[in-house]
Nanobody, 126 residues
């Protein structure tokens, strides 16, 4: 069974850090580009960051550039999203997904995806 299983997330104060994990089950993650997406209440789901399967190309939304880092450990079949300097506006449910990411910003979008993780809540609040 093909699954993406997420872990991490939770409640953190502004300025704090969290790391999200997205582990693949039933398939080899190394063959897939992976994206992180988020959806805040009342807002559309948006692309946060994507990483390619081959050349290491990465995309970051302007709102997270310089604060978030996407990485992958193919030996562990896992992709990570390290989130630093968190802000209240980062509060959302975060999802990982396989994505048709070609290296361009337009290809890191929720409608260009395949399998999704279950989602994890990130709340940034004092």
């Amino acid at each position: 069974q093909v699954q993406l299983v997420q872990s991490g997330g939770g409640l953190v104060q502004p300025g704090g850090s969290l790391r999200l994990s997205c582990a693949a089950s039933g398939f080899t993650l190394a063959y897939y580009a992976i994206g992180w997406f988020r959806q805040a209440p009342g807002k559309e789901r948006e692309g946060v960051s994507c990483i390619s399967s081959s050349d290491g190309s990465r995309y970051y939304a302007d709102s997270v550039k310089g604060r978030f880092t996407i990485s992958r450990d193919n030996a562990k079949n896992t992709v990570y999203l390290q989130m630093n300097s968190l802000k209240p506006e980062d509060t959302a449910v975060y999802y990982c997904a396989t994505v048709g990411f070609s290296g361009s910003s337009w290809s890191c979008r929720p409608t260009n995806t395949g399998s999704w993780g279950q989602g994890t809540q990130v709340t940034v609040s004092s």
